[in-house]
């Protein structure tokens, strides 16, 4: 609620104009049937048509006013819901990007992607609704008590005998809905992730022949939405019949005593006509308060939702200043790091760069090699041991000075659906020259300025559109572009030839002399000329040293080169 009510107070002057429009025309809407009443019982028996006629106009005059203020209120309504959900959206997405590694595994992707999306729409819904019909409906409910209660207060008592029992209904419904709906959002959650996933693997899904597999993956958990949808709703649908029961037995006795008051000459047909619009309106004003609730739970089941991101604290803090006087560039002092308690990653890792030269990390799949690049990056935490970057400690520099200085190119990174001189420049403002002379490095001018467009060809999304070695190419020149005083190669070369593979080794040795680089590589051939080679095994330092030195003591090192000795001599 505290978040409703957070992004709706800005729009509190404009929310308050349109709520008192929607007062007026409600109010409209209320006297209509008093006007009839008054026409029937005190107008007619005049029999004085001019009257009638001028009572006829009143009550024209109130109805297309009401309809009007109604408009107006309701579009004013929706301005407010739009505006102050683009402003959660906007924060949200704000949060989701500045949120720590560690914290988006905690959440998971899908769960974020749901929030974002289908969790501000219910946000989006209920702020809009409850405006227009969370003042209309309580007013309709009250004033027409009032009205009936001015009108025949013995007949309002049948209507308020049925309250209490209208009241408990929406009480216990809603307490069992709103958890309902908070377990709907949950599965709704896995329902992305399954798509998410097949979406994403859909190529190894159809060169598997796997989509009956995935097709029975997705009914599971549609299946589980369903029910889960379907338990909500029920619970919920419960309300509007049990309503209808309750109101239309008020509305049976009403007719009931009303007959014998009219009979005995207590009340009058023109106040019975007005009474029966009136339960209708007291109605439908009940059904619409039991809507708000199930409208409410849901709201605030994403709202909390949206909330508890909202609310996630900061937990990569930036430290004191903490400073060595040191020549090296980039220090890792007994680095030990692990993602979950109790599972180590990486074990007492020591190594130092100096300003231009390059590290090339080796090692067996899953042996910790990435790791060492997202603590680099401070993207996670470590646990015990330190990291310097031209001896500052790196817990200790500004994330965004920190992240400005590295060029890299994951295993896995990603092309957005731009121009490929957008995706090289990603937002930095480099000149053209820049981008070129990077692709030039990277090798990607060949195949760009084969291309009709060149560098304003527009990539799809995630670069579906080209070859993985041409993806790979454009993902290595964004690194290079703007000379980063660190550049990080991870696995990049996979996807190259060994021929332009080392094309692009010299290129970098030729041209990045004040860069410091860090390969990871599958193939000796792609560090065997770095300054030191680390060698990596189950988060253990096993070797370190150049390629001559590890080829004479490391035997791990040796039977990995040796196997791969023909890639070597092509690569020359
Ligand atoms: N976000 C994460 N949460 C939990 N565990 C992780 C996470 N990322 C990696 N790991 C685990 O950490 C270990 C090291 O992963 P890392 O990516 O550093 O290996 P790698 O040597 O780069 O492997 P590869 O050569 O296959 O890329 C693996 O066992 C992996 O399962």
Redesign the pocket.
Known sequence: MKLMIDYVRPYFGKMSIGLFIKFTGTIMDLLLPWILAYIIDNVIPLKNMNRIILWGIVMIICSILAVILNIVANRMASKVARDSTESLRHDLFKKITYLS?NQL?TYGIPTLVSRLTTDTYNFNHTIGRMQRMGIRAPILLLGGIVITLTLDPVLTLVLIAIMPLIVATVYFVSKKGIPLFTQLQEEVDQLIQVVRENITGSRVIKALSKENYEQNRFMRINDTVVKAETTANMTMSVNSPLMNLFLNTGLTFVILVSAFRVNAGTTQPGVIVAFMSYFTIILNAMLSITRIFVLMSRGLASADRIQTVLETEADMLIEKKDEISTEQHIQFEQVSFS??QG?K??NEISFSLKKGETLGII??????????I?LLMRL?DIDRGTIRINGKNIKSIPFEELHSLFGVAF?KDILFADTIAENINFGRDLPIDEIIRSTDFAQADEFIDSLNAGFEHRLSTKGANLSGGQKQRVIISRALAGEPDILIL??SSSALDYKTDAKLRNAINNHFHQTTTII?A?RISSIRNADHILV?EE?NMVGYGTHDELMKINEGYREISQSQMGGDKVAG
Not at 363 to 372: E, H, W
């Open positions: 590694a595994d993602y979950y599972q990653i990486l090692g067996p799949t899953g042996s910790g090699k990435t790791t060492i997202k996670y295993q991870d696995d990871i599958q990596l988060g």
